[in-house]
């Protein structure tokens, strides 16, 4: 059975960190997109950093440029998002997607890509 497990939301005071990981099973990540979105309450998701495996392009939504950091861990099957200087509007649920089709990252973060694979999405919570 093909699989996202997400894991490592929680809640942390503005300027904390939280590091997200996105699990794979069933299935390799190799050759895939992994793109992590977010959902607020009453909206839609919305994409905020996408890893192609292929050529290890990163991208990210100018919103969290400089704050958030999405990698690989091969050896895990896992993708990580570490989140710095966390804000109040970071709060959300949060939810990685994996794709085969590589041009979900290519250029630009995708907003509203068909992707293949989802997690369960996990809670952050960003407050005083």
């Known amino acids: 059975q093909l699989q996202l497990v997400e894991s490592g939301g929680g809640s942390v005071q503005p300027g904390g960190s939280l590091r997200l990981s996105c699990e794979a099973s069933?299935?390799?990540?190799?050759?895939?997109?992994i793109e992590w979105f977010r959902q607020f309450p009453g909206k839609g998701r919305e994409g905020i950093s996408c890893?192609?495996?292929?050529?290890?392009?990163?991208l990210y939504r100018d919103f969290v440029k400089g704050r958030f950091t999405i990698s690989r861990d091969n050896a895990k099957n896992t993708v990580h998002l570490q989140m710095n200087s966390l804000k109040p509007e970071d709060t959300a649920v949060y939810y990685c997607a994996a794709d085969s089709r590589n041009y979900f990252c290519s250029d630009l973060v995708c907003y509203d890509c068909p992707y293949a694979y989802w997690g369960q999405g996990i809670q952050v919570t960003v407050s005083s």
């Open positions: 890893i192609n495996t292929n050529d290890n392009v990163t």
């Open positions: 069933g299935f390799t990540l190799d050759g895939y997109v």
